[in-house]
Structures are given as structure tokens and as C-alpha cells.
């Protein structure tokens, strides 16, 4: 999914720390999953916990991480005859879903241009309404069960940005359609690894959550500049939600005053990381920064020292890919940053 500081082209990287520092660690925290890329990966070598602040990211990590196996939908099946959800919702044609009430149209009504705006498609927006109002319809009546139904969340999820009108966040929408929102909207299918274990999710701060867990090796990778998430992924977030909110403006923004960052101001980012570190109850802790973030390095070393052992402390510098090619004045200056501590 494109998601800001993604953290796919790292994965290599991560692995290489763990290896070297934690090579006996059977269980991985990632306390800030986005995407949920990072806990996904390391799904196949270790007993992972989850979390974020935001909803549609739980709804990933729920439908793939604590759910711990493709689910069989076998209530589908017996009751409505439907083998395979996925292929059901992308085989349909749009006319069999024009039957959804107008009201029930969510999507339609807000984000495209029905309700005055361009993140998709009226045809697009009316797919993801269908499935999304029929998953809602199947959980209520008790034909999927609660990991079914993140499940199928999660996949519709992951489907929106690839049909979505815009430059990769949802901060504004395009004018002109680009040619990715001609696309036909398909649920997305997610594969699940499967590992046995007693893997869990989470949506909440993730410094209250780590008053509560334990483990081996914890990730952290929080943002690291003023952007906050949710005014950027609004539209993923009422995807998951599906909870019809009153939004505001040109770009029909939801509210989001539980789900601001203090990792994203300036005054507060160091603070709220001497909290999570202080909290942390892990052996290995590595933290993904950038040396261009709110955090200064000298910060991040006087917390992870604070609390952590000094002389294991390691900082490894990662080149700056996206800017690579553009400016190397810049290649030189800015740094993808894992560091490392033991607690
Ligand atoms: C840099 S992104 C993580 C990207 C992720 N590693 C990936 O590969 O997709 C930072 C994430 O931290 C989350 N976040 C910010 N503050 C948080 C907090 N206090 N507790 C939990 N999650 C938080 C944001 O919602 C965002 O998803």
C-alpha cells in the first residue's frame, strides 16, 4: 500500500539488525504498524503484536496478523452458496449493485463525484459501498465470523488506493482524473502467513499499550515530521470504519481530534519518546528514524541511553533512496537511520 514512510524497502535492513543483535528472539513488537508491512514479514519467524493509533491500519493488522490462517467463510458457503467473497464482489457487475439504497451509499455520497468530489469514481465508489455495506450485512447476521470479517475489511482497505484519485495521500484529491481511478475497483485479496502463534493486534497509543506487554524485540517506527496520519489517510480510515461521520471542507475531512500524534510536534516528539522507551519491557529495541526528523539524533541516543545498556547502543545509516538520484548534495546529508539498544 502506498503509505508515507512504508517501511517494504527496509525490510532487508531490519532483518540484518535482528540477526546480528537477537538472534535467539522468538516474539517482535511492532508498536507503530501502518501498513502493517513490517509485522507481516517478520510474521514467519516470530510471535508478532501489532498496533497503531490508526482504525483502517488495525483492520489490516487484524485480518493478517492475529488472524492466523486464509478463513474459509464456511457460513458463506453453506448459507448463501458464495465459495470465495473476494471473487464474489469483483465478478459482479455494477448493475447488480445499483439495488444498494441511496442512503446506504457512503462513498458515493462523500468522496465521489455525487457528493462533490474526486477521490474516485461514482462506479468505483459504489463498488467499494456495496462490499463494504454487504461484509457489514454478513457480520451482523453472523455469517462471517469477527476474523472473517477483518478479514474482508482489510481487503477492501487495501483495494482503495489503487483505484484513488490522487498523489498517494488524502490531504486533496486531483482535478483531472488520473488514469489509475479509470481502474475497476477490486477487493484486494491479502495473503496470510501463518505461524501458529498466539499473535496479536492493537489500536491505541503506543506507549500506554507497552505498560502492557512484553516481549523480545521491539520496532518502533513513528513518524518522524508535523504530518499527522490521519488527515492524510481520512478516506482509509471511514473505509474500515464505515461509521458514516460528518466531514468538513473541500477535501471532507473526518474528525480526528483522539488520533493526533505527539511523535508529530516538535515540542512533544522527544517527551512522547522517552515515555515509550521508559514503558518498553523488550530485550532488543530498534528504532527507524530519519536525520532529517523532529527528533535529533543526540536526542534519540540521551533517551535510548537513559534507559538502555550505553554500550550496546548502535547507530546503522541507511542511504536515502528517494532522493538519491535527485540531488546528491542531499544523498550525502540525509539519513535513514535504524538504531539499536538493549533494554
Ligand atoms: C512511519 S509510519 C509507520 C509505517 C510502517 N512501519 C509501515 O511500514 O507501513 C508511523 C505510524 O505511527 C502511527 N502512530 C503515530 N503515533 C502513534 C502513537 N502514539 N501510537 C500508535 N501509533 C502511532 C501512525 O498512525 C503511523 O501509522
Partial sequence: MRFIGCKTLLLDQIKGVIDEKAPDAKSLCDIFSGTATVARYFKQWYEVYSNDLLYFSYVLQKGTIENDRMPEFEGLKADLSIQDPVEYFNSMDISDMEALEQEKRFFQNTYAPTGGRMYVTDENALRIDFARNTVEDWYKSGLVSEDEYFYLVACIVEGVPFVSNTSGTYGAFH??????????????????????KNNRSYNCDGAELLKHIQGDILYIDPPYNERQYLPNYHVLETAAKYDFPEVRGVTGQRPYENQKSDFCLKTKAVSAFDELIKNARFQHIILSYSTDGLMSV????????????????????????????????????LKELLVYIEK
Fill in 175 to 196: 482535478k483531472e482524473w488520473e488514469r489509475r481511478s479509470y481502474k475497476k475497483y477490486e477487493v484486494y485479496r491479502l495473503s496470510v502467513t501463518e505461524n501458529g
Fill in 298 to 333: 543526540s536526542d534519540i541516543e540521551e533517551v535510548m541511553k537513559k534507559y538502555g545498556k550505553e554500550s550496546s547502543f548502535k547507530i546503522y545509516e541507511i542511504p536515502y533512496r528517494r532522493y538519491k538520484s535527485r540531488n546528491a548534495t542531499l544523498t550525502d546529508k
